[in-house]
Structure formats: structure tokens, C-alpha cells
């Protein structure tokens, strides 16, 4: 009988695993492989090959497509983590107004997690030019990112999304994993969590090998800890048939999660180079009704070796668009030097392309958290068919154009504005938010879930991007990990509290 078994190794899980190995019995089950620097997915094809589908069940990546949206997530050792840049960002206090916790209780953990992430700031990224240009278009709102990478061992590929082979990248795997393993966590890998029962004393899972067809086996635990991701969690609490409140899936967040370039801009790039996301301008407004809310504006590049590709599709899109009559008013005039460096992209010589004057900008931004869960046969999904219309997505739209008016080049929107096209995320937030009680929220701010029935599910917590409250505006995993150092610490006490009792 385990103490405790979490499940997932995403941020959630790998904090609650690390942390209660050394004062219980912890099981760790985790439905996607550990990837080894050397592994990770390599070009288009490698990445076709990587994804997770019934031919290849515990493969590292996975989209799911609701109405108006895309959902991306990894399955991995280390969640999602696997495939991140590793930013590490702390939300602007106003973005816990209407939790059950401010910033203040949650400043100790946020500053747990720092020290066990060990994230830092790029010490080259003055050199890359994207913070000169963010300090001409928004004086005073640079920030300058921490991630957790080992920057000496950083060769500036920019492929730190499908994972990196170099062995760069400090990932969960790194840091609370390995602390896990050491205190003796017992994991099971590429086993996947089929079915979450009730017992006398505790819950029975039943586990099988990720893709498998038999029935699996029963094992059972006093305490559960759902850190399946937002989605994965999602799906194991509406398989269990537990009763949850009315917000159970409701009010779910993207993240204001968006991906836009400034083509071909009149700034150059020092350095045709790839490089992880290491600065932002954080930009804060007030909206209709008078809440203070965050963009972060986060400045990228194209991974080195996707650049032809990239090229030759942004290219394309902007004629596609002008020839469909949109944008037409954003398309400078196709001048022989603009079609020259067009060219010199799709040739690849980098340093002289309309590439290296692009700048690509990754969004996050507090959106109004109005998607909806739908479950389907293949899993939940997040129904928002109009999140491009969302106030932090025309606001990032406007702030672009207004940039392109400054320094030149092309707006190619994110591509949830273009007509016919969905949003694409990778920080699907919420569905089982925290709150005070049944009629404000899933979970208590310590991840117990409310029973309609009255009182709180016994033995049951949810520690993963599924339990935070609306959006962030800034990257999440600083936070789902705050979260769970929050609750593993509440755990460790309620495990002591049952040891000590007659
Ligand atoms: C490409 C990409 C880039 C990103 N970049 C950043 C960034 O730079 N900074 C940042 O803060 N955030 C970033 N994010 C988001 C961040 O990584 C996620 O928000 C975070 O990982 C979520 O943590 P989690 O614990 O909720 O779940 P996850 O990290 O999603 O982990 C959940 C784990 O549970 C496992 N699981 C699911 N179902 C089962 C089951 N039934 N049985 C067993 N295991 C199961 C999954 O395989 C997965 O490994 C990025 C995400 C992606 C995909
Ligand atoms: S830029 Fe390349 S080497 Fe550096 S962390 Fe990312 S993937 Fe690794």
C-alpha cells in the first residue's frame, strides 16, 4: 500500500514527488518515456515520428483540436518540460485577484521553486539584438527572462521546443526528479493511469503499460495526486465518475497564448542565429471593467535549422494573404531588395535574408478564461470558438502594427486571426480552478476537491496547471510549481499527522 501516488511528471508532479519521497511511500507513474539528450526529435520528419498516436502510444508530443482552438502538450519524464524553452516567470500580483491566496502566501514557494530550477538570465542575450530593439518600441517594459538552461552548454541551436540534444536544458528530470529518485520514489514509466475507484481506505488505480490491451493491475494507495496536466487530469476526474462542482471543466484559460512575427523589418538581428526565448516586454493595461492585466511579449527566434522552412512559409502566407485582399493594407510594396532577401532565405544565406530582420514574438497574456472542456473519445478538449477576438489577442494585434509602423516590416498575425483558422496553445490553464468553496471552484486552495455531497473528497489533491485560476500572463510552470510545493507541504504534515495516530 503507497502512501501516496502521484500521477504525471509534468510541474505538479515531479514537485509532490520530490518533496514526499523522503517522509512516505510514494508511487510516481508517468505515461510517457524519459528522453535523453541525443534522443529528442530531429527536423519535420523526426517530429512526425515522435508524435503520440495509437501506432506509437508513449510518443513525446500530442495536439488536441477543439472548436476555435489547438491544443500542444508533451508526455514525457518531466512533462511538458521536456519540450519548453524553460522560462521561468513570475505573474504580476493582480493576476491572483479573485483567488483564495494572493502573491504574498505564494512569494515563500515561488521562491523554493527558484532555488531548486536554478534558472538564470542568458549572458549573451544582450548581443542578440532583440532587447536594443525591445527598448526602442517599449522604453522601461523590458524584462529580462530567466530560464533553466546551463548556459555554457548552450550552442544557441533555438530547438529547445522539441527538446534538447545537447543536454542543455535543465529540465524536471534535472532538478525534482532527480531529487525524487534520490529520496526513492518508485516510478513506474510508460504506464498510464486507466481507472481511479474508492476504496475503504484509500483508492485503487488501475495502471497498464502506456498503449497496451490488457486489463492492467489494481494498486492501491491511501492518497492520490492528480498531476496529469490540465487536460490529462481533466480526462482521469470525468472518467472516475467522482461528483464535482459546476465549475468542474468550466472558465479554462489559454494563457493568451500566440505566435506572431515582424517580417522583413528595417532592424537586423545581430547573428543569424537560433537562441531560446531570454527577453520580454511586459506590458500592462487596464481593461473594460477596470482590472489591471498583463501582456508579455516575449522576443524569439527561428530554430536554426527550421529556417528555410520558416522562410519560405512566411513568404507564402503574406502573398496568400494579399491575394485574398487581406492585409492588404500591411504589405509593403514588393520592392526588388524585399524579394532579394526572400530568396536568399530559401537558398539559406542567413545573414543577408529577409529572416534576419524578422523578429518572432511569443505571446502570453491574461485572456478572459473562457474556454469549456468537451470530452470526447480521444480525451477533453477546449471549446472557445471566438479566442481571437479575446480583448489580450486585438490588443497584442494592435501593439504589433503599431511596431511594424516604428521600425517597418510585416505583421503576420498569430494564426488565430486568420480566417478559417484556430488558435494554437500550449498552456491550456484551468477546469478544475481553485476556489473558497463548492460555488466558486473545483479545488481548495490546497488542491482538495469539493464534494457536492458536502465536505472534500478524502485522500484526493490536484496539483497541475488544471487547479490555477484564469490566466497568468506569463508562462505557467513558475507557478504550477509554487502551487504544488504549496500543497506537498500541507501533505507531508497530513502524512505525519496519520503516522502518529493510534
Ligand atoms: C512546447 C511548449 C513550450 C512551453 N514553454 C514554456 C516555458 O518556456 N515556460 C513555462 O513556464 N511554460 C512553458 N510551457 C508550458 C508548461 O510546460 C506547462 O504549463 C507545464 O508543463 C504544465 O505542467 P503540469 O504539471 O500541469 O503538466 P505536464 O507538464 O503536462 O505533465 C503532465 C504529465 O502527466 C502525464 N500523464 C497524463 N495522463 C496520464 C495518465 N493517465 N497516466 C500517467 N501519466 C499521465 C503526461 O504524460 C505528462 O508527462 C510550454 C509548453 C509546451 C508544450
Ligand atoms: S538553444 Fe539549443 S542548446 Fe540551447 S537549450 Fe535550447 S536546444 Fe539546448
Redesign the pocket.
Known sequence: MYDVAV???????AVIAARLAPHARVLL????AWWRPGQFPEGLLGLARAHMGAHNPAGLWAMRLGAGTGL?????FG???A???????QPDDHAFAGWPLTAADLAPWFARVHATLGASADPRAERLGDQQVLDELEPGARVDLENTIDWDRCDQCGRC?PGCNRGAKRSLDRTYLALALDAGVELRLR???LELARARDGYRLRLRATGAVSAGDWVPARRVVL????L?TLD?LHRSGLPLGPWFGQRMSLNGDGLAFLYDTRRRLSGHSGAPISTAARLRFTDDLGQPRTLMVMSGRVPRDAMRFTGAALATLLELLAARGERRRDRPAPTPGRWRRRLRDLVGVGEHGALSRTFMYKLDGQDGARGTARFTGGGAVIDWPDYARDPIMQLAAARLRRWAEQIGGVVVPDVATLPGMRSFS??PLGGCRLGRDLGDGVVDDLGRPFDPRGGLHPGLRVA??SIVRGSLGV????T?AALAERIADDLIREVAQARAAP
Open positions: 500521477i504525471g511528471s509534468g510541474y505538479g508532479g507513474v508517468e505515461r510517457g500542444a502538450f508533451a508526455s514525457a512533462g511538458s518540460s519540450v519548453n524553452y524553460g522560462i521561468t516567470a521546443v504506464t498510464e493511469l498531476a496529469a496536466g490540465a490529462g482521469l500550449v498552456h497541475d496547471g508562462p505557467p510552470s513558475l504550477i
